[in-house]
């Protein structure tokens, strides 16, 4: 099954910017999976931060993160990434990527997603 680890969380200052990546570490490439990055801060639920469908068909992104944060996937097929610009304390949450077979309809849910990261930290502060 698909194996995957997170890289690039750390802190930043508010307004500030950093790229996280999500590899597949097994030969199993993303292009054929729907991927996402998802969030979850401390006393709060996971939420859908931004999702892509096979082939990167439908994308979609939450509410908060509209306009600030990118999904890209790289040209060899096995990493994808999440842009984050404009970061604000709002944003200070533990990262996941994670890959599945999921629906469009389930697309940015996490119970549409079978294989997770193990999480990256990420920390807006002054």
């Known amino acids: 099954h698909l194996q995957l680890v997170e890289s690039g969380g750390g802190p930043v200052p508010p307004g500030g910017s950093l790229t996280l990546s999500c590899e597949s570490t097994?030969?199993?490439?993303?292009?054929?999976?729907?991927i996402g990055w998802f969030r979850q801060a401390p006393g709060k639920e996971r939420e859908g931060v931004a999702c892509?469908?096979?082939?990167?068909?439908?994308?979609r992104y939450g509410d908060s993160v509209k306009g600030r944060f990118t999904i890209s996937r790289s040209d060899n097929k096995r990493t994808i990434y999440l842009r984050m610009d404009n970061l604000t304390a709002e944003d200070t949450a533990v990262y996941y990527c994670a890959a599945g077979y999921v629906t469009v309809q389930a697309l940015c849910l996490p119970h549409g997603y079978n294989s997770w990261g193990q999480g990256t930290q990420v920390t807006v502060s002054s």
């Open positions: 892509s469908a096979v082939r990167g068909g439908d994308i």
């Open positions: 097994n030969r199993y490439m993303l292009d054929m999976y729907g």
